[in-house]
T-cell receptor
Framework: AQKVTQAQTEISVVEKEDVTLDCVYE???????LFWYKQPPSGELVFLIR??????QNEISGRYSWNFQKSTSSFNFTITASQVVDSAVYFC????????????FGAGTRLTVKP | SQTIHQWPATLVQPVGSPLSLECTVE??????LYWYRQAAGRGLQLLFY??????ISSEVPQNLSASRPQDRQFILSSKKLLLSDSGFYLC??????????FGAGTRLSVL
C-alpha cells in the first residue's frame, strides 16, 4: 500500500535561511506520481510540483528546488533564502499508477519563517 | 481557465443537524471530483470521489454521503452531524496530468 512520511512536524527558521522539507514514500508500483502542496493560513492547498517516477531530474523554480531520489524513496523540497511568506504547512503526496483516484498525503510539515 | 468554487467558507452547526456543502468546477468537462477532510493539525483524508454524474466512490465509512447531480457539481451531505464531523473540508478536481487542484475549503464546526 502507498504511504507518505513527513517526519518533520514543525520547522522554524529565520528569514533568509535555507530549509529542506523531507518526504519519504512507499509504493510497490513502478509508475507513480509525487506532489508537493502548500497550505497557507487561509487553508487552500496550492499545487507546487508534480513528478513522475520515470523522471528523476531535480527541478528548480525560483527559490524552490526538489530532489527526487528513487534509491532512497525520497522527494525532498528545499526553499532557498526563505521569506516570511513561505510560512505555511507543506504536504507531500503520492499517487500510484496513471489513473488512480487515491492520492495519499503525508501529515504535513509546518514551516514558520521568522523575520 | 479552470476554477473551483466551494461554499460556504465557514459553517457552525449543532449536533444532529443536516449538512450540505457544495462544490462546482468551471472551465472543464467531466472532471474527476474529490472530497477530502482535514482534521485540525492533520493531513488530508480522502472521503469520496466521482468519475461522472451519479458515480460516487466512498473511501471511508462514515456519517457522510456525496452526490454528483451535474457534471461539474459535487455535494457533500449528512442527515445528522456528529461532533466528530468537525474539520476542514476540501473539494478538488483532477487534470489530465493527474494533478489535483483544490477549492478554498469549508471550515465546519459541529457544536
Amino acid at each position: 500500500a502507498q504511504k507518505v512520511t513527513q517526519a518533520q512536524t514543525e520547522i522554524s527558521v529565520v528569514e533568509k535561511e535555507d530549509v529542506t522539507l523531507d518526504c519519504v514514500y512507499e509504493t510497490r508500483d513502478t509508475t507513480y506520481y509525487l506532489f508537493w502542496y502548500k497550505q497557507p493560513p487561509s487553508g487552500e492547498l496550492v499545487f507546487l510540483i508534480r513528478r513522475n517516477s520515470f523522471d528523476e531530474q531535480n527541478e528548480i523554480s525560483g527559490r524552490y528546488s526538489w530532489n527526487f531520489q528513487k534509491s532512497t524513496s525520497s522527494f525532498n523540497f528545499t526553499i532557498t533564502a526563505s521569506q516570511v511568506v513561505d510560512s505555511a504547512v507543506y504536504f507531500c503526496a503520492l499517487s500510484e499508477g496513471y489513473n488512480n483516484n487515491d492520492m495519499r498525503f503525508g501529515a504535513g510539515t509546518r514551516l514558520t519563517v521568522k523575520p | 481557465s479552470q476554477t473551483i468554487h466551494q461554499w460556504p467558507a465557514t459553517l457552525v452547526q449543532p449536533v444532529g443537524s443536516p449538512l450540505s456543502l457544495e462544490c462546482t468546477v468551471e472551465g472543464t468537462s467531466n472532471p474527476n471530483l474529490y472530497w477530502y477532510r482535514q482534521a485540525a493539525g492533520r493531513g488530508l483524508q480522502l472521503l469520496f470521489y466521482s468519475v461522472g454524474i451519479g458515480q460516487i466512490s466512498s473511501e471511508v465509512p462514515q456519517n457522510l454521503s456525496a452526490s454528483r447531480p451535474q457534471d461539474r457539481q459535487f455535494i457533500l451531505s449528512s442527515k445528522k452531524l456528529l461532533l466528530s464531523d468537525s474539520g476542514f473540508y476540501l473539494c478538488a478536481w483532477r487534470t489530465g496530468r493527474n494533478i489535483q487542484y483544490f477549492g478554498a475549503g469549508t471550515r465546519l464546526s459541529v457544536l
